[in-house]
């Protein structure tokens, strides 16, 4: 009786075929449910990703906090272990072997093949009005820089709050510091913030607000977002949306001529059926 199969499989679609690929993997996977907890292995969110919470008004849109933030990955190869509920609190561990991959072009290449090169540790506080998260990922990526990919060791920490003051009300706040170990290179640190709040003026209709920065001294690098929107409840399950975005991207690394400063906007309109 203690003792269950957990699964999942989740697809992505792309429906107006503007990738290479039609679908793609996201969250699935197979595992059991035990008197420890959840204990799967798969394709899934980082423990860092899933901090996040409910705190990203936008997530999934054009106006999505991954903009601006290093920590939204989704790990492959992934073993998890998910506490049980603990009066609230719940933990997370995430392992990941490399599998062979070689990261980055030559001559700074490094071939991943241990079996923790990724791995991850959070815990998170839910509580009535009250939403809380500390997690760290030791991870590597691989940063595009013109023709070639850069490799990199990548450190991240995240520190979420989420506040329902009503229920009407929400307001939340994000910090992230990352560490960019760069085969052959500096290493170089980044600190990423999102602040963000919803206010249902009806039953129907919620406005939404966001702000969201990464600022990087080591890197001469500082992006800054800023998005408006609205929600209209169709019904139980559908939810139409409008927002405008706006951001900024200073890019002036030393030694470098082909500086980035450009500011964008963008507009959306969408829906969101959940079934």
């Known amino acids: 009786d203690s003792l269950s199969v957990i699964y999942q499989m989740e697809v992505g679609y792309d429906a107006d075929g503007d990738s290479s690929a039609t679908f793609s993997t996201r969250n699935s996977f197979l595992g059991l449910g035990t008197q420890v907890g959840k204990i799967f292995a798969g394709r899934y969110d980082s423990v860092v990703k899933l901090a996040e919470g409910k705190i990203d008004q936008f997530n999934d849109t054009v106006a999505d906090m991954d903009t601006v933030f290093l920590g939204q990955r989704r790990n492959s190869n992934s073993l998890n272990w998910e506490s049980m509920d603990l009066g609230g609190i719940v933990v997370r561990a995430q392992v990941a072997p490399g599998e062979d ?13 241990g079996l923790t090169d990724t791995w991850g540790l959070s815990a998170t506080y839910k509580q009535d009005a009250l939403y809380a998260a500390l997690a760290y990922e030791k991870s590597y990526t691989e940063v595009a820089v013109g023709p070639l990919g850069v490799g990199a060791d990548l450190k991240t920490m995240r520190g979420s709050l989420g506040l329902n003051v009503s229920s009407n009300v929400a307001l939340g706040a994000i910090v992230e510091r990352s560490n960019l170990d760069p085969y052959g290179g500096a290493d170089g640190d980044l600190m990423s913030y999102l602040l963000s709040g919803k206010f249902g003026v009806s039953e129907r209709v919620a406005l939404k607000a966001q702000a969201g920065m990464l600022d990087s001294s080591d890197l001469d690098l500082d992006v800054a977002t800023l998005t408006l929107g609205a929600d209209y409840k169709l019904g ?15 890019f002036d690394p030393a030694g470098t001529i082909n500086d980035v400063d450009e500011s964008g906007m963008a507009f959306s309109v969408g829906m969101i059926h959940k079934f």
Do not use: E, H
Not at 101 to 113: A, F, I, L, Q, R
Not at 236 to 250: C, E, H, K, R, W
């Open 101 to 113: 991959d070689v990261v980055g072009s030559v001559p700074n290449t490094k071939t991943k093949d």
């Open 236 to 250: 139980d399950f559908t939810t139409a949306y409008g927002l405008v975005s706006a951001s900024d991207t200073d």
